[in-house]
T-cell receptor, first 109, second 117 residues
Framework: QQQVKQSPQSLIVQKGGISIINCAYENTAFDYFPWYQQFPGKGPALLIAIRPDVSEKKEGRFTISFNKSAKQFSLHIMDSQPGDSATYFCASLDYKLSFGAGTTVTVRA | GAVVSQHPSWVICKSGTSVKIECRSLDFQATTMFWYRQFPKQSLMLMATSNEGSKATYEQGVEKDKFLINHASLTLSTLTVTSAHPEDSSFYIC?????????????FGPGTRLTVL
């Protein structure tokens, strides 16, 4: 049973648009919430991460919003670029990482 | 950032043979390393957690006699797929947690594509 539910499965956005990916979790023991970016044939790379005592974290064009009471967190990619086309995974950590199912983002030029 | 390497990056083998995949943390020490398997268009599935100097902890449903893990040093873990069969064909990814105090961050290797004929 997947401990982290991620949506949507895929999305297409125009260059310059905003990509939004959502995740929800049940386990209140999770205390670290990273997002990973993966290109085809490559390993995942950490994009940005947040701890539950913070409601928002921004790094460049990437922002995590975190709602502890709703047990939800989301990734916003601002000013999306073709190079952002990849699969994005949310994850949650207690003693091990639990991954969402992934979202394939396609940015059209 | 911290670098994790894997070797080989891809391997093709015949059914029934064994294949060893190495995972190295290049610029940090890792008490704990993790092995994942990823099928096409799917998420990463944790296979086992490897602790330096002790036996690996396998996730439910993963055959420990088939997927042998050795974590001989703070910078090297190996995964051996024994008597490989076509259904073992997958993308295997390792990751390592820095023990020097970077907190929860795990660094992932580039992955190894295994194809069993």
């Amino acid at each position: 049973q997947q401990q982290v539910k991620q949506s949507p499965q895929s999305l297409i956005v125009q260059k310059g648009g905003i990509s939004i990916i959502n995740c929800a979790y049940e386990n209140t023991a999770f205390d670290y919430f990273p997002w990973y970016q993966q290109f085809p044939g490559k390993g995942p790379a950490l994009l940005i991460a947040i701890r539950p005592d913070v409601s928002e974290k921004k790094e460049g064009r990437f922002t995590i919003s975190f709602n502890k009471s709703a047990k939800q967190f989301s990734l916003h990619i601002m000013d999306s670029q073709p190079g952002d086309s990849a699969t994005y995974f949310c994850a949650s950590l207690d003693y091990k990482l639990s991954f969402g199912a992934g979202t394939t983002v396609t940015v059209r030029a | 950032g911290a670098v994790v390497s894997q070797h080989p990056s891809w391997v093709i083998c015949k059914s029934g043979t064994s294949v060893k995949i190495e995972c190295r943390s290049l610029d940090f020490q890792a008490t704990t390393m993790f092995w994942y398997r990823q099928f096409p268009k799917q998420s990463l599935m944790l296979m086992a957690t490897s602790n330096e100097g002790s036996k690996a902890t396998y996730e439910q449903g993963v055959e420990k006699d088939k997927f042998l893990i050795n974590h001989a040093s703070l910078t090297l873990s190996t995964l051996t797929v024994t008597s490989a069969h076509p259904e073992d064909s997958s993308f295997y990814i390792c990751s390592a947690r820095d023990t020097s105090g970077r907190g929860h961050e795990q660094f992932f290797g580039p992955g190894t594509r295994l194809t069993v004929l």
